[in-house]
Nanobody
Framework: QVQLVESGGGLVQAGGSLRLSCAASGSIFSINAMGWYRQAPGKQREFVAR???????NYADSVKGRFTISRDNAKNTVYLQMNSLKPEDTAVYYCNAGATVAGIGRRYWGQGTQVTVSS
């Protein structure tokens, strides 16, 4: 099992910045990649960014150039630095971990953290 705890959400004005953190615990050796998703009211959850164990990253087109995903292996923590925030970035942001446990792929989710961007 992998447990994920997010922090760092809040209210910010358009153009501002926030940094989200996701701390992983449990069977962290099984993790292949970690990432962030978000879900706005009335919309489906969507991919935001992802980082693999070898450091490869990829981003949704809507956040490229504004968001940066990074990790601190010593702290088992992944970060999402969000700059130039827009009102359309308002959503609940969820941390996600993909892991292989006993040869089976599993996905784990955090509880979510609210990000609200005012215009």
């Amino acid at each position: 099992q992998v447990q994920l705890v997010e922090s760092g959400g809040g209210l910010v004005q358009a153009g501002g910045s926030l940094r989200l953190s996701c701390a992983a615990s449990g069977s962290i050796f099984s993790i292949n990649a970690m990432g962030w998703y978000r879900q706005a009211p009335g919309k489906q959850r969507e991919f935001v960014a992802r980082i693999t164990v070898d450091g490869s990253t990829n981003y949704a087109d809507s956040v490229k150039g504004r968001f940066t995903i990074s990790r601190d292996n010593a702290k088992n923590t992944v970060y999402l630095q969000m700059n130039s925030l827009k009102p359309e970035d308002t959503a609940v942001y969820y941390c996600n971990a993909g892991a292989t446990v006993a040869g089976i792929g599993r996905r784990y989710w955090g509880q979510g953290t609210q990000v609200t961007v005012s215009s």
